[in-house]
Every structure is written in structure tokens, then in C-alpha cells.
């Protein structure tokens, strides 16, 4: 008898794993594995302490429900700490959230994101990333270009629908990431980062008869030597604290500059050297005259995980550094204040090869002059670049426009999905800060979220919504049951009405995203067009509400629609009708976001060879009406279409369809139809009559006169 064997185990969600890379005024926090309601977001934003903050987010596998909250809660709070925000290689599921969830890159810039390609030829699957900078054209055209497979040769294509995927990202306006930002990200971090945003660029500042250069870029084959020689003199500091990559050609360069600069200069001193500076050029040949004053290497934190790059004086720790040891430092984070086994220490993550460096540096003669220049210029804010640097470009900010849904990944991997909606208008108050003083429970319920802010998400078998602080309990418990039923549309309309989410969502977002009375009456139709479906509870299954200070309301509310109710109402979106050519299908309400007045209509999901394509209709139009009559439907259009054909042909005419079409009011379409010629009877003799074939009503075949053309018309009263 065979032994039974157990199935082997699902390998376990990968919680969150957090490194922190810090050097100067830069940090970067790169994430790996799931984002849930463990990743304490507003706390860790709270430990940023930097200029500019960089989020490595390749390694993000799953983002759930809850760990999108916790994550928009992460970003607005350190967008608010920070002056400059970016984002780099951003994993797909990254990028589906970023085309779905309002503020989930809070004031961010996106630099980079890992797209899915694919060869058919070896079965092949990969993430290729693509960057803003090098890639502007085909991300901003929607067109991921054809690659040779790593693996075969053969092209590999664009694994997903290129506008949906790319909807976010492609809104953002081109830039470059800043000087120090990229050589941060080039020579600290090995990333991929384009030519422009490396390319050399130097500061000068003078002081009597001190000379300050801050120095950023790679060093390369058009490092400007002569230019930067040419008028020195005096006592000369150059900050390399912002080089990155250095190739043999630069370093030739520059070991020919400093050569010059010794001949004409009284003294020569380097600042802020980063390792790959200390192990290629510092050696005493490298060097010349010059002496080096600081460097920095990184450590790493044994009690909160952080790697920090440690500004090092050579005068003040060479006793120490010329056995080849590290100076011992604190954390900048937690100040080496840790628990449990290696309490309060800071580990040296520099090589043995760079330690060697250090003990071969010449102790520097650092005057208390000199000492308060360099401290001095490090905290002097770049100004205008001077003229041997093209100009850095103008940090853009991208609008805040949120569009085209992902759905297909995230449908199949059933991922709850949230809209969050952020109070930026001033009648949208931030209870938050007021004091509660009733609520209609003793404790809020299991289900209800742990704050009291405007959202709404729905899980497989339910959905929870907040209302926004409303004036009395009865407008808030509307508006809440509102968000509720919109978002289980919503969420319906992703699996399976996928066409017209990709229409309304640009819209659907930048409304959402800064709701006022407008926005919340259009919800409400929408809302109230799903409810007459009879597909959803007309009244919550559960209800809580709290009271503010000032008299301000929050209703939160739970509803559980049945799933056979669900099931029917995504068919109702997906069951199709072919008319004239065109695949029909009924409007789904949310369409509204875009267009106020359409709740209800034929949505074409595609138009092919036939009338309606020959008079200018296309795919993604919704028509309204047929000959002046409303059509709510798609089974209404082809029932309209099917009792005026037979009438056009006999009597001749047009057919009138009053479409909407783009951003504009409706748009009268006429279809000629021509007139049949009669059927001749047979002879007499013949006991049969001749007939024409008769084409199916509705296909488009066989019915018009291609060469009678068609015409359009703006003006509904033509």
C-alpha cells in the first residue's frame, strides 16, 4: 500500500523587509516583499531626516488593501519632511497601484519602473526597466518598444496593455533627477542612471583668496580640465562629494588636473571624497599635492538596520585610520540607542581594500581658517551653475492626475482594491485634530477602519465606506452608503467591463482625489443608477457613527451584497449585441466620472467594418439615442435598429444617432440608408418569386449603399 503524502505548503507571504541608505542630504529606503496592515507608515516617515528621499520599490511583491492605506499615510507624511520625493524601480504591482489609488506617490516623481516583457520563442518572462529620462518618447506614446530576447535573440514584446500600464507614468513631464541625486544613485547604489543626469557639472564659489568648486557627475572623457585650471589661484577646496562613476579617461583627467592646479595655487585641498573616489584616486601618485581633508564611508546600524555614509575628518581620526581601522561612529538615525545583542554599535561596511586607502592618507594641515571655509561652503545651498557646467534642469512637479486601471493582474489575483479620498479642499474638514464627543457605540465596530477618514474598499464579500465630515448624520450615512456602492461597481466593472473603466478612470481620479459638492453629486448618480439595477443592498448591513466637535458628522457603513446579485450585474456589463458592425454592451453608470450625464446607453467595446465605422463612430462612443428615442441599453440599440431598418429601406432615409463622443457635448451621427428596389415577380408560369438574399438586420452586411458615404453633424437639430 502507497504512503499518502502531504501536498507540499504554499511558501508564506514575504513580510516587508526595510534598508536604509543614507549619505548626506540623500536617503533612500529600499522595500522588498509585501506591503499589509503591519507596515507602519506614519512611523517610519517620522524617522526621515533628509533633503531629498529616494524609494527603491523593485522588490515590492503584494500591496494589500490595508497596506495601501498605511503606505498613502507613509508618503503624504514624508513628502511633507522632505523637499524633493522619487521613486525608482517600481515593480509592476507598483505601477498597477499607481494607476489605481489616489496620492500613492504622494508629491513623488516617478524615475524609473520595471516593465513585463516576453518571448513567445523560448517562453521566456522578464522585467525590463524603463526610466523617464532615456525612455521619455515611448512611455509618453504608449508604444514599449520590440527588444532582442537576453535568451534567444529573438523580440520579446510588451507583455501588458501598453495604455493602461503606462497611463500613470506617461502623464508625468520629463525630467532629470538632480546632480547630487544621480551620483548618489550611480556611484553609491549602482543604478542604471542616463548619461544627462551624470554628465560633469561644477560650482564655483570665491571668498578673497579662497576658492571653493562643488563638484558633481561622472568623471569622463569630457571632464573640462582647462576650464576649471584657468584663473585659479590661491587656496583652492574641491568638494567631490557628488562624483560618480569615474572611468580611466577621467581619471586621467583628473590626475592632469590637479597636477595644473598645484603649479598656480598655493594649497589644494579635497573634501567630502566617497569611496569610489578613495580607492581609485587617492593614492599619493593620484594625489600630487593635494590633501585630502574629509571623506565619508558607510556603516551600518546594528539596532535599526540603517547604512549611512559617515563624513570623516582626516585630521581628527587619522590616529585611528592609519592602522587601517574605522573611526567608531553613531547611528544619525536612532543614535546607536538599540536593544538586545549589539546594543549601541555601528558596523564599518567599507571594504578592506578602502580601509587600506585610509592608512595611506598624509595627515592634512587643516588651519582653523580652513576649517571654518569648508564648513561654511558644505552648508552653502547650490546656486546658478557656473558657466564650465550646463545648467541642471528645472525640477517639474506632475499634475496629480490619476488614470487608466490595471485591472486585469489585480482581478485575478482578487486583490481588495481602496480609492482613498484626501480632504485638500477647505470644506472638507480633518476631523483628525477635533475632539470626538458621541458616538452611537460604546467602541467602534471590528470592521469599521481604525480612523475616521473618507475612504471606501471592498473585499470579495463586502465593502466598507467613511463618509467625509457631513452636517448631520443623515447626509453622512448617504454619502458613505454612496461610496460604498460606487466602489462595489467599481470593483465589478474591473473584471469584466475593463473598455469603459479604461475611459472614465483619468477622470474618476482627479475627481476623487479632491472631493467637494460637485464630486459628490456626481457619485451619487452614479450610486443611485447601480442601486435600480436591484444588484445591490438598498440599505447598510451595518452602521456606525461619530459626532465632532463642531457639529460634524462621520457615518461609516458596511453593506454585503449577494454574490449571485454581483455576478448578474457584471454580466449585465459584459453580454454584448452586434449592431451595424459594432459590439454593443450596456453602459456601465460609472461612466458619469466622465461624463456627467451619461448613467445609462450602449457602449461600443469595438466597431468594425460597416455603417457606423464608415460615418466616423469608433470604439468607446456611447450611444444615446436612436432617431430621438433614449436607448438605456444594449439590447435598446439593436431592438431601435432592427424596427427602423426595414422602414429606411422600403421608404429610404436615415438613420440619426445621437452619440457621445470624446470630451464635447453628444454628436449627431446620420447613417443613410438606401432605398430597396422592389422585387420583380416571376413570369408567369414560374410557381416561384425571385427574392434578393436578405442580410441578418444588424450585421451591416449587404444592407447599405457603400457609395451614398454619410455625414456628421454637431447640431442635435439638424
Not at 249 to 267: I, K, M, N, P, Y
Not at 402 to 416: E, G, Q, T
Request: charged content about 25%.
Amino acid at each position: 500500500m502507497m504512503e499518502a503524502t502531504a501536498p507540499p505548503l504554499e511558501p508564506p507571504e514575504p513580510r516587508l523587509k526595510l534598508d536604509k541608505f543614507t549619505d548626506g542630504p540623500v536617503t533612500c529606503l529600499r522595500l522588498s516583499g509585501t506591503i499589509d496592515e503591519h507596515f507602519e507608515g506614519k512611523k517610519l516617515a517620522q524617522t526621515i531626516k533628509a533633503e531629498t528621499l529616494i524609494l527603491d520599490l523593485g522588490g515590492v511583491r503584494k500591496i494589500s488593501s490595508f497596506g495601501i492605506r498605511e503606505w498613502v499615510d507613509f508618503v503624504g507624511t514624508a513628502g511633507a519632511n522632505v523637499r524633493d520625493l522619487y521613486l525608482v524601480e517600481c515593480s509592476p504591482k507598483v505601477v498597477d497601484q499607481l494607476n489605481m489609488v489616489a496620492n500613492f506617490a504622494g508629491k513623488g516623481n516617478v524615475f524609473s519602473f520595471y516593465a513585463p516583457y516576453r518571448c513567445d520563442y523560448c517562453d521566456a518572462e522578464r522585467r525590463v526597466l524603463l526610466q523617464v529620462d532615456r525612455d521619455f518618447d515611448a512611455i509618453r506614446a504608449q508604444k514599449p518598444p520590440e527588444r532582442p530576447c537576453q535568451t534567444c535573440g529573438h523580440p520579446e514584446y510588451f507583455d501588458e496593455d501598453a495604455p493602461t500600464f503606462l497611463s500613470y507614468v506617461g502623464q508625468q513631464p520629463r525630467f532629470e533627477l538632480p546632480p547630487p541625486v544621480a551620483a548618489f544613485l550611480s556611484a553609491k547604489l549602482s543604478y542604471e542612471v542616463s548619461e544627462s543626469a551624470r554628465r560633469f557639472r561644477a560650482e564655483k564659489h570665491v571668498e578673497g583668496r579662497w576658492t571653493h568648486f562643488k563638484l558633481s557627475g561622472d568623471l569622463d572623457t569630457n571632464f573640462p580640465r582647462d576650464k576649471i585650471v584657468e584663473g585659479l589661484e590661491g587656496i583652492v577646496v574641491v568638494d567631490v562629494s557628488a562624483v560618480g562613476r569615474i572611468d580611466p579617461a577621467g581619471a586621467a583627467g583628473w590626475r592632469s588636473f590637479l597636477a595644473a592646479a598645484s603649479q598656480v595655487c598655493e594649497r589644494v585641498f579635497l573634501s567630502g571624497c566617497p569611496p569610489v573616489f578613495l580607492e581609485r584616486l587617492a593614492r599619493s601618485e593620484d594625489l600630487g599635492r593635494a590633501e585630502i581633508v574629509s571623506f565619508s564611508i558607510p556603516y551600518h546600524c546594528l539596532s535599526c538596520g540603517t547604512t549611512a555614509s559617515h563624513l570623516l575628518d582626516v585630521a581628527q581620526n587619522y590616529d585611528v585610520i592609519k592602522f587601517a581601522t574605522p573611526p567608531e561612529v553613531a547611528c544619525p538615525d536612532c543614535g546607536g540607542q538599540g536593544q538586545g545583542q549589539g546594543q549601541g554599535k555601528t558596523g564599518c561596511a567599507a571594504s578592506e581594500a578602502l580601509l587600506a586607502h585610509l592608512a595611506a592618507l598624509p595627515r592634512p594641515e587643516v588651519t582653523p581658517e580652513l576649517d571654518r571655509f569648508i564648513r561654511a561652503a558644505r552648508e552653502r545651498r547650490p546656486t546658478a551653475p557656473s558657466a564650465t557646467a550646463a545648467a541642471p534642469p528645472a525640477r517639474a512637479g506632475f499634475p496629480m492626475l490619476l488614470v487608466a486601471v490595471a485591472a486585469a493582474a489585480l482581478a485575478a489575483a482578487a486583490v481588495a482594491i481602496f480609492f482613498l479620498l484626501p480632504r485638500d479642499r477647505a470644506p472638507r474638514v480633518d476631523v483628525d485634530a477635533l475632539k470626538l464627543v458621541r458616538a452611537s457605540a460604546p467602541a467602534r465596530p471590528d470592521w469599521a477602519p481604525k480612523d475616521a477618514r473618507a475612504f471606501a474598499a471592498c473585499s470579495e464579500t463586502s465593502c466598507v465606506a467613511v463618509s467625509g465630515p457631513a452636517a448631520d448624520e443623515r447626509a453622512a450615512r448617504a454619502e458613505a452608503m454612496d461610496a460604498a456602492v460606487e466602489q462595489l461597481a467599481h470593483n465589478v466593472a474591473l473584471r469584466g467591463a475593463k473598455a469603459q473603466v479604461d475611459v472614465l478612470a483619468a477622470h474618476r481620479q482627479r475627481l476623487l482625489g479632491a472631493p467637494g459638492p460637485d464630486e459628490l453629486a456626481r457619485r451619487h448618480r452614479v450610486a443611485e443608477a447601480v442601486r435600480k439595477t436591484g444588484a445591490v443592498p438598498a440599505q447598510p448591513s451595518a452602521a456606525y457613527v461619530e459626532e465632532y466637535e463642531g457639529g460634524k458628522v462621520v457615518a461609516f457603513v458596511k453593506i454585503d451584497p449577494g454574490g449571485r446579485e454581483v455576478a448578474a450585474l457584471g454580466e449585465r456589463w459584459q453580454a454584448a449585441r452586434d449592431v451595424l458592425g459594432a459590439r454593443a454592451v450596456d453602459a456601465y453608470p460609472g461612466l458619469a466620472w466622465r461624463w456627467p450625464d451619461v448613467t445609462a446607453g450602449a457602449f461600443l467595446d469595438g466597431v468594425g467594418p460597416g455603417p457606423l465605422r464608415d460615418v466616423g463612430v469608433s470604439a468607446h462612443d456611447v450611444v444615446l439615442e436612436v432617431d430621438g428615442k433614449r436607448v438605456a441599453t444594449a439590447e435598446a440599440l439593436a431592438s431601435e435598429v432592427d424596427a427602423e431598418i426595414p422602414r429606411l429601406k422600403k421608404e429610404g432615409g436615415a438613420l440619426k444617432l445621437l452619440v457621445q463622443t470624446g470630451d464635447g457635448e453628444p454628436r449627431l451621427y446620420t447613417v443613410p440608408v438606401p432605398r430597396q428596389a422592389e422585387t420583380p415577380r416571376a413570369p408567369p408560369g414560374n410557381d416561384r418569386e425571385t427574392r434578393p438574399a436578405q442580410a441578418p438586420v444588424g450585421t451591416g452586411v449587404n444592407i447599405w449603399d457603400r457609395t451614398g458615404g454619410g455625414t456628421v453633424r454637431d447640431d442635435p437639430n439638424d
